[in-house]
C-alpha cells in the first residue's frame, strides 16, 4: 500500500499528526520501533507496577469547557473530549533556592504575590516582563534564536529572581545548556506559570489510549516493531521508508519526530548536508514507590524545583549528576475527581546528568553507579522533603542510556537539538519535522507541533487547512 503520509514515530506529536491527516482521509501510517507507543512520554510495567516515563505533569492546564488556549485548540483540532485526558490540576508546586521559595499554582496570581513577597524591588519589573511575554508572537515559526537570559536581564535586575524563573522552564524543556531561546521561553513560562500543572489519574496511559483509539478509528494505520532504517530519497524528494527488516514503504511524504540530527542520518549519505550540532542534555532519574502518600509524610507539594547551589547551573556536569538541584515530583499530588488517588505513594526525583559517562560504563559498572548516584539524588532532595527512605518499597532508576534506547536520542538528550527547526523542513523535499526539534514543547506543545506541521505542509496544499496560530 503507498500512503500519504509516513510518520516516524509513535510519540505524542507523531500520533496528533495521524489523527489530524486521518480525519481528512489521508492514508497514513505511523511507525514505530519498539513495542510501545508514547516516545519520550511512554509507560512500562514492572514487577507488577506502572510506571509513567517521562510524565511529572501536563502543562497548558485549562478547566473543562475553556475555548482559549493551548488545550482548547488542541482538543478542537482533534476532534477530541475534555474527558478523553480526563486532567487533574495541581495541588501546588514550589521553586526553592538558599533562603527563597516561590510557590506557584495553576492561578497566576499566586506566583505574581509571592514575587512581591521574595522580591519586593522586582514586583513593577516583573509584571512588566510578564506584559512583554503575553505580547510576544512565540508562535511566529520564521522568528530568528534570541537569548532568553538577555532579554529577561533586561527587565529583572536581581540575578536571583532570574535563575528562579529559568528553573523550572529549563528543567522541563531547554534543549541548550546555560539558556533558551526566547521564544521557547515563552512558551514554558506560559505553560508552567500561566496555564500550570495537571495529570490524568491513570497517567499517560489514558492520555495515549485516547490518542491511538481515535487515530485507528479514524484508519489510520498504526505498526509497532517497525524500525526505520532509512528514508528513501530520488530526485532530491522523499519517497517512502525502508524498515530494518528490508521492507519497502512508499509514501508521498516523510513526516519525522526522531530529532533532526537522527532524521538526517536516515538520508542516504548523498543527501545529508552538514549535520547540526546534536543535543547534550540529559538526566537521571529514580521513581520510589512508597507504602504511603507523600502527604501523610509532610511532603504536599506537586512539583518542587530546587537549587542549593549559589547560581543556578543548567548544562551536563562533570560529574555523573549534578545533585546541586533537581526536580522532585509527586503524581499523588493532585486534585483527583471524587477524592481519587494512586494506589501507592510515588516520588520521582530528577537529576542532571553527564550522557557520556552513562553511555560508557560497563553494564556491572551501570547498574551499580546507578544505585550510587540514586542515594546522593536523595540525599540532596531530602533538603526539600521530608525523610521517605524508610518508606520505600520499590526503586526503579533510568538514565541518559536508558533515554537513548527507548527513544533513539542520540546522546538521550531529552529535548534533543540545541537549535529548533520551527518551520519543520529540511534540505530533502516532502520531509518534514515534528515533535521535540521542531519546537513546540511538552506533552500539549508535542501534539501542537504535530498538527502543525501536519496543517502546514501536508494538508495546506489542497487548501483542507491553514496554519495553527495564535495563543
Not at 497514513?28 to 516516545?39: A, K, M, N, P
Not at 519589573?125 to 529577561?152: G, H, M, T
Not at 517497525?226 to 530494518?244: C, F, K, N, T, Y
Not at 560529574?319 to 483527583?336: K, T
Request: glycine share 10%.
Amino acid at each position: 500500500m503507498r500512503y500519504h503520509t509516513v510518520i516516524i514515530g509513535a510519540g505524542m506529536s507523531g500520533l496528533a499528526a495521524g489523527i489530524r491527516l486521518a480525519y481528512y482521509e489521508k492514508p497514513v501510517c505511523i511507525l514505530e520501533r519498539h513495542t510501545t507507543i508514547g516516545g519520550l512520554n511512554s509507560f512500562y510495567r514492572l514487577r507488577g507496577r506502572n510506571y509513567d516515563v517521562g510524565l511529572h505533569a501536563v502543562t497548558n492546564y485549562a478547566p473543562p469547557g475553556t475555548r482559549k488556549g493551548p488545550l482548547a485548540k488542541l482538543l478542537k483540532q482533534l476532534r477530541l473530549r475534555w474527558d478523553d485526558f480526563d486532567l487533574s490540576p495541581q495541588c501546588g508546586s514550589a521553586v526553592e533556592f538558599p533562603g527563597r521559595r516561590l510557590r506557584f499554582n495553576n492561578d497566576f496570581e499566586l506566583l505574581s504575590e509571592e514575587v512581591l513577597r521574595e522580591f519586593p524591588d522586582q514586583a513593577d519589573r516583573f509584571q512588566k516582563l510578564v506584559e512583554y511575554i503575553r505580547e510576544f508572537d512565540e508562535l511566529d515559526l520564521s522568528q530568528q534564536p534570541v537569548s532568553a537570559r538577555s532579554v529577561v536581564g533586561g527587565f529583572l535586575t536581581d540575578p536571583v529572581l532570574v535563575d528562579m524563573l529559568f528553573c523550572p522552564l529549563m528543567f522541563y524543556g531547554s534543549a541548550k545548556p546555560r539558556d533558551m531561546d526566547f521564544s521557547q521561553f515563552c512558551i514554558m513560562f506560559q505553560a508552567i506559570f500561566e496555564q500550570g500543572f495537571a495529570r490524568p489519574l491513570a497517567g499517560v496511559r489514558k492520555i495515549l489510549k485516547s490518542l491511538t483509539r481515535h487515530f485507528k478509528a479514524l484508519g489510520g494505520h498504526l505498526k509497532l516493531r517497525h524500525g526505520v532504517s532509512e528514508i528513501r530519497i530520488e530526485g532530491g524528494r522523499a519517497v517512502g521508508v525502508v524498515l530494518d527488516d528490508g521492507t519497502e514503504i512508499e509514501a508521498d511524504n516523510v513526516l519525522s519526530s526522531a530529532g533532526v540530527v537522527e532524521t538526517l542520518r536516515l538520508c542516504p549519505d548523498a543527501a545529508q548536508p552538514d549535520l547540526p550540532p546534536a543535543g547534550e542534555v540529559s538526566f537521571n532519574e529514580a521513581i520510589f514507590m512508597l507504602d504511603r502518600q507523600p502527604a501523610e509524610l509532610g511532603h504536599r507539594e506537586t512539583i518542587v524545583f530546587y537549587n542549593d547551589a549559589e547560581r543556578f547551573h543548567y548544562e551536563p556536569p562533570a560529574e555523573p549528576c549534578d545533585v546541586r538541584s533537581g526536580i522532585i515530583c509527586s503524581p499523588n499530588n493532585f486534585e483527583y475527581p471524587d477524592g481519587g488517588q494512586l494506589d501507592e505513594g510515588c516520588l520521582r526525583i530528577t537529576s542532571l546528568a553527564n550522557p557520556d559517562y552513562w553511555m560508557s560504563l560497563p553494564e556491572p559498572d551501570y547498574i551499580a553507579q546507578k544505585e550510587a548516584w540514586c542515594e546522593r539524588m536523595v540525599e540532596s532532595a531530602l533538603g526539600h522533603t521530608p525523610d521517605f527512605r524508610p518508606h520505600v518499597v520499590e526503586t526503579d532508576i533510568f538514565s541518559p542510556r536508558t533515554i537513548r534506547k527507548f527513544t533513539g536520542h542520540i546522546r538521550g538528550a531529552v529535548y534533543g537539538a540545541p537549535e529548533k527547526v520551527l518551520s519543520g523542513e529540511t534540505p530533502v523535499e516532502n520531509l518534514y519535522l515534528c515533535g521535540t526539534d521542531q519546537g513546540f514543547l511538552g506533552i500539549i506543545g508535542a501534539m501542537l507541533s504535530g498538527i502543525t506541521m501536519a496543517n502546514n505542509h501536508l494538508l495546506r496544499p489542497v487548501g483542507e487547512a491553514t496554519h495553527l496560530a495564535g495563543r
